[in-house]
T-cell receptor, first 109, second 116 residues
Framework: GQNIDQPTEMTATEGAIVQINCTYQ??????LFWYQQHAGEAPTFLSY??LDGLEETGRFSSFLSRSKGYRYLLLKELQMKDSASYLC??????????WGAGTKLIIKP | GAVVSQHPSWVICKSGTSVKIECRSL??????MFWYRQFPKQSLMLMAT?????????EQGVEKDKFLINHASLTLSTLTVTSAHPEDSSFYIC????????????FGPGTRLLVL
């Protein structure tokens, strides 16, 4: 079967940096997506990687290196509002999104 | 990013009634729309995928006669929960994608359904 693995929960301090990893086993690969979901709200799109490299949007970066097995979301200068779940999703060979269960990120002052 | 709206945002209904949820793409044409359900503290679960003008494809375990999906135009898809029961109470979220299969899915704000 297909599956996405990411940490269930992570804790970090305000102002720090945190890296959320994502590993996957899917039939094919057509890109990796990251979404942010605050409690009680719908997910919002953060980033998309299909080629190896770094995608940056403000304080958030997503990195993909398929050959080296690195796939992660990096959050810098953490703010309390970054407390949320971060969902990793991989698009398989049928262009279906396979979703991870999400990583709950807790930011402490 | 693209904008997707959902209506209503909250529904409270009696057991046995039907509830219709609308999902609209406001600034792009959504060839494909997706309907998800999420129970508290659980993962997103894909219920069905709908392409404009054709029948929806339901995921295993999702009753197509209970969850009726219509995708009549490139900007509107509806989900009707027929004869709702308390166990159908959940957070229903739609997402929409443009014409390219690799395009990003953008989510609506979700609809909270509470069946009494």
């Amino acid at each position: 079967g297909q599956n996405i693995d990411q940490p269930t929960e992570m804790t970090a301090t305000e102002g720090a940096i945190v890296q959320i990893n994502c590993t996957y086993q899917t039939s094919g690969f057509n890109g990796l997506f990251w979404y942010q979901q605050h409690a009680g709200e719908a997910p919002t799109f953060l980033s998309y990687n299909v080629l190896d490299g770094l995608e940056e949007t403000g304080r958030f970066s997503s990195f993909l290196s398929r050959s080296k097995g690195y796939r992660y979301l990096l959050l810098k200068e953490l703010q309390m509002k970054d407390s949320a779940s971060y969902l990793c999703a991989v698009m398989d060979s049928n262009y279906q999104l396979i979703w991870g269960a999400g990583t709950k990120l807790i930011i402490k002052p | 990013g693209a904008v997707v709206s959902q209506h209503p945002s909250w529904v409270i209904c009696k057991s046995g009634t039907s509830v219709k949820i609308e999902c609209r793409s406001l600034d792009f044409q959504a060839t494909t729309m997706f309907w998800y359900r999420q129970f508290p503290k659980q993962s997103l679960m894909l219920m069905a995928t709908s392409n404009e003008g054709s029948k929806a494809t339901y995921e295993q375990g999702v009753e197509k006669d209970k969850f009726l999906i219509n995708h009549a135009s490139l900007t509107l898809s509806t989900l009707t929960v027929t004869s709702a029961h308390p166990e159908d109470s959940s957070f229903y979220i739609c997402s929409a994608r443009g014409q390219g299969a690799q395009e990003t899915q953008y989510f609506g704000p979700g609809t909270r359904l509470l069946v009494l």
